[in-house]
């Protein structure tokens, strides 16, 4: 699939490789369609992420800070390249409390940058996030 320019967001930081995120999960749910478990959608964009060759882990454990100390963990959709969490849901409508759910867990991950994507409307919905309290290591 091929991104049109104005879907690249020069500004952002890693806007290349969420574009190409995106972009599998548009062919996914261009596939698809909506109505499916979180879990088909997961397995599907794994798969289209591989074939794009964007490096991965799904389910991903990750380690939850609180006043820089560990309290605990929680796994993440996808954690892309080290450096993006991916969040998905199969949901037919956002709630603000999915968007909070997705700043907070880059707050407590210290992750610059996430992306939230919902397969279960009939358009595919994304949300690119930016950690404002980001401390790099």
Do not use: W
């Not at 991965?56 to 796994?75: A, K, P, V």
């Amino acid at each position: 699939m091929v991104l049109s320019s104005d879907m690249i967001k020069e500004q952002y930081k890693y806007s290349e490789l969420t574009s190409k995120i995106i972009g599998c999960a548009m062919t996914v749910h261009k596939t698809l369609g909506n109505g499916f478990q979180e879990v088909i959608y997961q397995r599907a964009l794994e798969i289209e992420m591989r074939l794009a060759g964007i490096s991965f882990t799904r389910e991903n454990e990750m380690l939850i800070f609180y006043r820089d100390e560990q309290i605990g963990t929680r796994r993440v959709d996808f954690f892309v390249e080290g450096i993006i969490s991916v969040e998905l849901k199969a949901i037919t409508k956002l709630e603000d409390v999915h968007l909070a759910q997705a700043i907070n867990y880059l707050e407590a991950y210290n992750l610059e940058i996430g992306l939230l994507i919902n397969f279960g409307s009939t358009s595919l919905i994304f949300k690119r996030f930016t950690n404002k309290k980001y401390k790099p290591r």
